[in-house]
């Protein structure tokens, strides 16, 4: 079982730090490749997506292995009729077969091996139904910022919060330092994560039986270029497609 990083310091807080970014694109997208069929979220966490494509008609289903998260999603209206197997979204399996599997917000990064992240391209494919469909949604590495000789890339800079990626390209693992500033006080922690190609994404695809339809820059389907700091990406179920 790997590491649990969001416990009840993480989830008390988390809400308030991340749960206010935009989702009504995230939702649009999602709802139309789920079509008529259930979904299932990877990481559903507190239900920041889940809940409002929930709303929408979809049948969502989620894994999390944080037990201190999903409690925060229970305690929301409509939080209690989504189902959650609480354990590790790269082996776990549910009951069912589903039209949508989806991981947002760089979630696949938290699995932080090549073999972990595998396992997950394949675990989401063994739920997919035939001609189903796999969403990620990941940030490009800001490698490219990095001067030569460094390897820490201040991501965020507020007077609120301080970000720092760090990076160790022998092993492909970003550790994400953040220090959150409040009533004088200084609140840090430090979390590894295993950053990821598109290219080396659609392997693992490849390897689990799934083909790319298309990736874009952001859920509002923006192109997707050289110069874009995230993706989206639809792999398809090649069986029945």
Not at 105 to 123: E, G, H, K, M, P
Request: glycine share 10%; proline share 6%.
């Amino acid at each position: 079982m790997p590491t649990n990083y969001f416990g009840e310091d993480v989830a008390r807080r988390y809400d308030e730090r991340e749960g206010d970014r935009p989702v009504v694109a995230t939702v649009d997208f999602l709802a139309g490749l789920a079509g008529t069929g259930a979904a299932l979220e990877f990481g559903i966490g507190t239900g920041r997506v889940a809940l409002p494509l929930s709303r929408r008609g979809v049948a969502v289903h989620g894994i999390d292995l944080s037990e201190a998260m999903v409690a925060r999603l229970r305690e929301k209206p409509g939080g209690d009729a989504i189902p959650v197997a609480l354990g590790d979204f790269a082996t776990t399996r549910v009951p069912g077969s589903f039209s949508l599997v989806y991981l947002v917000y760089n979630t696949i990064t938290n699995l932080t091996s090549q073999d972990a992240q595998v396992a997950c391209f394949r675990n989401a494919a063994a739920h997919l139904a035939p001609g189903g469909h796999f969403v990620i949604e990941n940030y490009i590495p800001f490698l490219r910022r990095l001067p030569p000789g460094e390897t820490i890339h201040p991501f965020d800079v507020t007077p609120a919060h301080l970000g720092f990626e760090e990076y160790d390209f022998a092993t492909q693992i970003a550790i994400s330092h953040h220090y959150w500033l409040e009533d004088g006080r200084v609140e840090a922690s430090s979390v590894p994560f295993r950053y990821v190609w598109p290219a080396e994404l659609d392997l693992m695809a490849a390897l689990a039986g799934l083909t790319l339809r298309e990736r874009w820059a952001d859920w509002s389907r923006a192109p997707f270029t050289g110069e874009s700091t995230s993706h989206v990406s639809v792999w398809r179920q090649a069986r029945g497609a």
